[in-house]
Structures are given as C-alpha cells and as structure tokens.
C-alpha cells in the first residue's frame, strides 16, 4: 500500500482524479473482483434480514450484487459507478440495477424504507465529497411522520484506519488517503503466459469517531455504530430539517 500523495490540481479535480484512481480501475478490474465477492458480511445481512416485508430501499455502490437476494421479503434497488459491475449484478433476476453516481442519486426525496451503503463513501477523496454523499443517502430515506412511526435507515460500512491485527497493518498515526493495490493476473497475448497486472485504487480510511462526524455534518442522527473487521459502521437515520 502507497500513500497518496496528490498535487494540487488533482485536489482541486476530485472528479477527475476518482474518474482514474476509483471507477477506471473498477471498471477494469469488475470480472476478478466479483469473483472475491460472494459471501454477505454479518452486520449488513442482519441488517436486511431485520427489515420488514414489503420495505423498498437501494444498494448504492452495489459491486457484483451480493447484497440482492439476502432478503427475498424486500425489493432493493441497486446502483454503482461502474458499467461493468452493474452488468454483472443485473443479472440477479428479482432486483433492478443500475448506473449512477452517488452524489447524485435517481431516486425521489422522503421515498425509502431503507439504504446500504458498503464500502464506497471511502472511495470519495475529499471531505466536502464524502459528506455529500451521506447526505444524498439521508434525503432519499422517509422521514418519521409520527412520533411512534420510525422513519427509513440507512447502513453505512468504510473501511477503517485502524487495522493493527489485519495483513494491512495500518493504525492511529499513519496516513489515512492510501492507494491499495489489486493484482490480477492476466495473460500475455504474445505467448499465453500469465503475468501479474497491478491497478491501484484510491481509498480514504476513517479513523475512530469520524463516520460519526461526517453522519452529523451531513444532518444525520446515529442510531448506532461500531467496528467490524477492519471497519467502522453506523445505522442512521434522517430528521428532514436538518437536511435543508
């Protein structure tokens, strides 16, 4: 893993600079990828396994779709950034996928029962951006009409800072906006040999308490959080005229 080190106008050109060192790479790289994705994480699967029948919510930044048939009670819209990765989860038959940003989602204000965001918003290489997409997360949940009637929620995953006991190795202290390798192999056209290819992909990683901050800054309420595996995560909810 390198540190980032990115020059100014790669600062000022988010955009552009997530349109090379994110999306190119998983665009590149969704086959290999999806074929490491296929078992739920426990959280995210206790998370939609609770949710009511009938509920209506999206899978933003969906990957492969691994999420879809958790809850075959449930209808879940999916999106990514990447073509390629949408491709392949549209082909879980029940649930729609699609291509989108999540900045700024297709979906109607105040319309969800629930939203899971997994391992994205830390794909995002500013703060002002990261916020943003909590935020465009927390304006498509419905909003609690009475006091005794709950309001959409949404799960949010990233990857965290603190990762001491991990093969990665990172802790409190070091470098939070890193580049994280994946190595696929493909084949040499010239000869048929297989050889190493290495894309690099741009990550931010949450230190302790800053999910939190960013749900807040973005008008949020924390219903809950915590660790898991080499992650930060919260459950969130969206009072309305905070989101203003």
């Not at 990514?80 to 109607?108: C, F, M, T, Y």
């Not at 929620?153 to 890193?178: T, Y």
């Not at 973005?218 to 969130?236: F, H, M, Q, R, T």
Request: glycine letters at 6%; proline letters at 4%.
């Amino acid at each position: 893993m390198a540190d980032v080190d990115r020059t100014d106008v790669e600062v000022a050109q988010p955009t552009a600079y997530e349109a090379v060192h994110v999306h190119d790479v998983y665009n590149q790289i969704a086959s290999h990828f999806s074929s490491t994705r296929y078992k739920p994480w426990p959280i995210v699967e206790q998370f939609l396994q609770a949710l009511p029948d009938g509920s209506v919510g999206i899978d933003i930044g969906c990957g492969n779709g691994k999420y879809l048939g958790v809850n075959p009670s449930i209808l879940i819209v999916a999106s990514d950034r990447s073509e390629n990765l949408v491709k392949i989860a549209s082909q879980n038959g029940k649930h729609s996928a699609l291509i989108a940003d999540s900045l700024s989602l297709p979906h109607r204000d105040s319309s969800l029962d629930f939203a899971i965001s997994i391992a994205v918003i830390h794909h995002l290489s500013t703060v002002s951006r990261r916020v943003q997409a909590i935020k465009s997360i927390l304006l498509t949940l419905r909003c609690a009409s009475l006091p005794a009637i709950d309001g959409g929620k949404a799960l949010i995953f990233v990857w965290a800072l603190e990762q001491s006991s991990s093969r990665r190795g990172w802790d409190d202290g070091d470098e939070q906006d890193v580049m994280v390798p994946w190595v696929m192999k493909v084949k040499d056209p010239s000869d048929g040999k297989e050889e190493a290819q290495i894309f690099h992909r741009y990550y931010h990683l949450y230190r302790q308490g800053e999910l939190e901050h960013d749900i807040r800054e973005a008008g949020g309420l924390v219903i809950e959080s915590g660790y898991e595996k080499d992650n930060w995560w919260a459950i969130v909810s969206c009072p309305r005229s905070e989101l203003v």
